[in-house]
């Protein structure tokens, strides 16, 4: 089975940048679509972004034109690269991973945003 591992989380000022990764243990070449998610405290956790594997995207309306997601299945690790970030992008953001009805998740990176 293959991990999922985030990195790349912290603490950012409004406006500034970062980029989280998810590295896989495995192969992510047979992965047929790859995302990130989010869960706010109290909340339910909501699709951020997905790439398939022939690299089609689809965002969130929250963060189109901010956010970009990619894949690179070489070094089977996914990315998010997160622009102009505001506070009500804080949250725990995953990594997830779909195969047919396979569906893997990894255990979280925090990102907190301070205005």
């Known amino acids: 089975q293959v991990q999922l591992v985030e990195s790349g989380g912290g603490l950012v000022q409004a406006g500034g940048s970062l980029r989280l990764s998810c590295a896989a243990s495995?192969?992510?070449?047979?992965?047929?679509?790859m995302g990130w998610y989010r869960q706010a405290l109290g909340s339910q956790r909501e699709l951020v972004a997905v790439i398939a594997s022939g690299r089609s995207t689809n965002y969130a309306d929250s963060v189109k034109g901010r956010f970009t997601i990619s894949r690179d299945n070489f070094i089977n690790t996914v990315y998010l690269q997160m622009n102009s970030l505001k506070p009500e992008d804080t949250g725990v953001y995953y990594c997830?991973?779909?195969?047919?009805?396979?569906?893997?998740w990894g255990q979280g990176t925090q990102v907190t945003v301070s205005s």
């Open positions: 495995g192969s992510i070449f047979s992965m047929n679509v």
């Open positions: 997830n991973a779909v195969r047919g009805t396979t569906i893997i």
